[in-house]
T-cell receptor, first 116, second 114 residues
Framework: AQSVTQPDIHITVSEGASLELRCNYSYGATPYLFWYVQSPGQGLQLLLKYFSGDTLVQGIKGFEAEFKRSQSSFNLRKPSVHWSDAAEYFC??????????????WGLGTSLAVNP | NAGVTQTPKFQVLKTGQSMTLQCAQD?????MYWYRQDPGMGLRLIYYSASEGTTDKGEVPNGYNVSRLNKREFSLRLESAAPSQTSVYFC?????????????FGSGTRLTVV
């Protein structure tokens, strides 16, 4: 069955430190890949997405993600974290085949705390 | 720049009561979705509407009904609320029928059923 795994439930980093949030997916072919962020009490906001081409994609708020086919991973990174980055981060996958193009498969999220 | 607007933001219901959650988008998106978010369960799709006039069940449709009133509006109805429906409900929309465009989410409705 298709699935998305975010191995880290909770991560704490210091402000200014680098960040990497992990995402692994289980799917036979390369899917569409997304990262969303949810600030406390808010809805989810799309950070970035990958469809094809360059495996390093840039998103909003200074985030980037790298697709690694060999590892079935799509990890999210930021060189220097700001206190305002404290939020819940969700990885999602859209299977790429006709007839089932409506269902996003979501990871359970990683909660990021930022120490001053 | 409203995006996706959900009302109400908070609601407390007694078991057995009914209510309708409203959602409207102003981006001329074709597809709309209702999700519920529960701790440890992530986001689960309740219903979706690929285009005006069509609706389909998601993962957890039991106890809910939906109406795609027009292209802008997609409502979610709880006919007889149960404590298991205590959750945060999110409406989302996307430009096309598929998932590749990404979703725009509303800010959510926090529902408590007592």
């Amino acid at each position: 069955a298709q699935s998305v795994t975010q191995p880290d439930i909770h991560i704490t980093v210091s402000e200014g430190a680098s960040l990497e949030l992990r995402c692994n997916y289980s799917y036979g072919a390369t899917p569409y890949l997304f990262w969303y962020v949810q600030s406390p009490g808010q809805g989810l906001q799309l950070l970035l997405k990958y469809f094809s081409g360059d495996t390093l994609v840039q998103g909003i708020k200074g985030f980037e993600a790298e697709f690694k086919r060999s590892q079935s991973s799509f990890n999210l990174r930021k060189p220097s974290v700001h206190w305002s980055d404290a939020a819940e981060y969700f990885c999602a996958v859209a299977p790429f085949h006709a007839g089932n193009n409506r269902k996003l498969i979501w990871g359970l999220g990683t909660s990021l705390a930022v120490n001053p | 720049n409203a995006g996706v607007t959900q009302t109400p933001k908070f609601q407390v219901l007694k078991t057995g009561q009914s209510m309708t959650l409203q959602c409207a988008q102003d981006m001329n998106h074709n597809s709309m979705y209702w999700y519920r978010q529960d701790p440890g369960m992530g986001l689960r799709l309740i219903y979706y509407s690929a285009s005006e006039g069509t609706t389909d069940k998601g993962e957890v449709p039991n106890g809910y009904n939906v109406s795609r009133l027009n292209k802008r509006e997609f409502s979610l109805r709880l006919e007889s609320a149960a404590p298991s429906q205590t959750s945060v409900y999110f409406c989302a929309s996307s430009e096309g029928r598929g998932q590749i465009y990404g979703y725009t989410f509303g800010s959510g409705t926090r529902l408590t059923v007592v």
